[in-house]
C-alpha cells in the first residue's frame, strides 16, 4: 500500500483543524447537510430480513445487477458505482450494508451473514438469480454470497476488493491516529470543513486517488470523484458500517475463494493508494474462473475508467454463465 493510514489521519485532520476555524458556525453548513439529508431522503425502501431491517434502492430497467457500496457508502453510493451501468440498460438493486444509512447494525454483522440478508432481500423482489457485484469493501460480502449461496449467483464482480488476505493490517492504527480519525469521520461538521477546505487532498487520502489525475481526465469524471467525496455525508449515519469495515480490513478475511464457482472479473488500478491491484491478482489467482483488469492509473476510484469498467461488466455479465 503506497499511502498508510498515518498521511491519511494527519493529513485530514490538519485540514480539519484548519478548517474547523473557518467553517464551525456557518451558515453554508446547515446548507449542505439540509442538502445531503435531502438527496437521499424518500429514495430508498427497506425489507425485514433475518438480521433484521436492510435499505435498498431499486434503479434502472433492464437486467438486474446487485451492486454493494465501499466503506463510506450507502445505497446512494452503490448507484453512484453504477450509474454507467444503469445508463447502459441495467436494473441495479442497491442495498445500504449493515451499520449505514438506515439499515440496521445486527449483533454480528459479518459478512456471511451480510451476505444471507441479501439473499433476503433477493427473495422479497422476486429475483431468483443475479450477477453481484461489490466495490472495496464491498466486495467481501460479494464473495461470501456467492460462496454461501451459489445458485443465486450468476456472475461476480469485485472492483477494487478491500479484503485482508495477507492475515495482517498492514497499516495499523496508533491510539492518536484512531483518535484523529474517530473525530473526522463521526463528525458532519468536522467532515465537511474539511472537504470543503481541501477536497483535492481528501480525494488523496480518503479516497486513495492521487488528486493529480483530475487534472487529466474528462469533466464528467472529474465531476465523479467530487460527487463521491461530497455524497459521503451525512457520515455520522454511515459511522457504524464505517467502523465494521474498518474492522474487517484490519482481520485476516474467512472466505474460501478458491470455492467460488461463480465466473468472477477483478478490477483494480497499480496505483490504487489503498494497494487493491496485489489484492486483485490474488483473488483471480484463487478463484477458479477469474479476468483480471487493472488499469495502470485510476486509483481506488478507477478515474478516467469508468466508461471502461462498466463497459467491462456490462460485457462480462451479458455473457451466458456455464
Not at 483543524?17 to 458556525?25: D, H
Request: aromatic share 6%.
Amino acid at each position: 500500500m503506497s499511502l498508510s493510514r498515518r498521511s491519511l489521519i494527519v493529513g485530514s485532520a490538519a485540514a480539519c483543524s484548519v478548517a474547523a476555524l473557518g467553517f464551525y458556525a456557518a451558515g453554508s453548513y446547515r446548507e449542505a447537510m439540509s442538502a445531503a439529508i435531502g438527496r437521499i431522503s424518500g429514495k430508498s425502501s427497506l425489507v425485514t430480513t433475518r438480521s433484521g431491517a436492510l435499505e435498498y434502492a431499486v434503479e434502472g430497467t433492464g437486467q438486474p445487477l446487485l451492486m454493494l457500496h465501499g466503506t463510506g457508502g450507502g445505497f446512494d453510493q452503490g448507484l453512484r458505482f453504477a450509474g454507467g451501468l444503469i445508463a447502459r440498460g441495467f436494473q441495479v438493486i442497491a442495498p445500504s450494508r449493515f451499520g449505514y444509512l438506515r439499515s440496521d447494525f445486527p449483533a454480528d454483522p459479518s459478512p456471511q451473514n451480510q451476505a444471507d440478508a441479501l439473499a433476503d432481500l433477493l427473495d422479497h423482489l422476486g429475483i431468483d438469480r443475479i450477477a453481484v457485484a461489490g466495490g472495496s469493501a464491498g466486495a467481501l460480502p460479494a464473495a461470501q454470497f456467492a460462496l454461501r449461496h451459489p445458485d443465486r449467483c450468476s456472475h461476480l464482480v469485485l472492483m477494487v476488493p478491500a479484503m485482508n488476505l495477507a492475515s495482517r493490517d498492514p497499516v495499523e492504527f496508533t491510539p492518536l491516529q484512531r483518535f484523529l480519525v474517530e473525530r473526522l469521520l463521526n463528525s458532519d461538521r468536522w467532515f465537511w470543513a474539511a472537504k470543503t477546505l481541501a477536497p483535492e487532498r481528501m480525494i488523496g487520502t480518503l479516497l486513495a486517488t492521487d488528486p493529480a489525475l483530475l487534472a487529466t481526465v474528462s469533466a464528467p469524471e472529474r465531476e465523479r470523484a467530487y460527487c463521491v467525496l461530497a455524497e459521503l455525508m451525512p457520515i455520522r449515519s454511515r459511522a457504524q458500517g464505517m467502523a465494521q469495515d474498518g474492522r474487517m480490513a484490519g482481520s485476516p478475511a474467512d472466505i474460501d475463494l478458491p470455492s467460488i464457482r461463480a465466473r468472477a472479473l477483478v478490477i483494480s488500478a497499480d496505483d490504487d493508494r489503498f494497494g487493491t491491484a496485489g489484492t486483485a491478482r490474488r483473488i483471480a489467482g484463487l478463484i477458479p474462473d477469474a479476468r483480471l483488469v487493472i488499469f495502470p492509473t485510476g486509483g481506488h476510484l478507477w478515474l478516467g475508467h469508468d466508461d471502461d469498467v462498466s463497459d467491462e461488466i456490462a460485457a462480462f455479465v451479458t455473457r451466458p454463465a456455464g
